[in-house]
């Protein structure tokens, strides 16, 4: 069975950091792309970026760089999202997902975790 | 960035019923080698989104038939027949061309 398993919820303070796993089975993630989706409390979904596993190539939206940071550790079958420098705009769910090569769409969802930012 | 219209935004509905949901990009979705990349989710309360159609109009594995995507360049259409129960949530359109990937901003299909 094909699944994305994310790590648990986080709560960090402002200013912070945080590295979220999204930790694949039933797939090899080098045969993939991985994404990271954020959404904000009652908001829609904004794409962050994705990984090339198969060779570390990233790409980002723009207004997410230098807040975040996508890694991959195929040994593990894993990817990784880094939050740095948190603030309260950055309390949200964020989700993985994956793409196969061969088509655009993203196939498979791990199911969320939540980052909230508080003091 | 190219900027996805989706509407309506919201979608009030009786089970039965036939629906659609438009997709607009700012600028043509086909690539040099003709490609044209746009997905829709469905994003039901409580749980990740889930892909129904890629490139257009192909159905994802286990998407019953009532849901058909259509389009071209800039338009495109997601159409729903006879809506059941299971079908209630938060439609997203995805266009996967251009850097960065961008969603529409959703459609909520709720019960009238």
């Known amino acids: 069975e094909v699944q994305l398993q994310q790590s648990g919820a986080e709560l960090v303070k402002p200013g912070a950091s945080v590295k979220l796993s999204c930790t694949a089975s039933g797939f090899n993630i080098k045969d993939t792309y991985m994404h990271w989706v954020k959404q904000r409390p009652e908001q829609g979904l904004e794409w962050i970026g994705r990984i090339d596993p198969a060779n570390g190539n990233t790409k980002y939206d723009p207004k997410f760089q230098g807040k975040a940071t996508i890694t991959a550790d195929t040994s593990s079958n894993t990817a990784y999202l880094q939050l740095s420098s948190l603030t309260s705009e950055d309390t949200a769910v964020y989700y993985c997902?994956?793409?196969?090569?061969?088509?655009?769409?993203?196939?498979?969802w791990g199911q969320g975790t939540l980052v909230t930012v508080s003091a | 960035d190219v900027v996805v219209t989706q509407t309506p935004l919201s979608l009030p509905v009786s089970f039965g019923d036939q629906v659609s949901i438009s997709c607009r990009s700012s600028q043509s979705l086909a690539n040099s080698y003709g490609n044209t990349y746009l997905s829709w989710y469905l994003h039901k309360p409580g749980q990740s989104p889930q892909l129904l159609i890629y490139g257009i109009s192909n159905r994802f594995s286990g998407v019953p038939d009532r849901f058909s995507g259509s389009g071209s360049g800039t338009d495109f259409t997601l159409k729903i027949s006879t809506i059941k129960p299971e079908d209630l949530g938060m439609y997203y359109c995805?266009?996967?061309?251009?850097?960065?990937?961008?969603f529409g901003a959703g459609t909520k299909l709720e019960l009238k």
């Open positions: 997902a994956s793409q196969a090569y061969d088509y655009d769409g993203f196939a498979y």
């Open positions: 995805l266009q996967g061309t251009h850097q960065p990937l961008t």
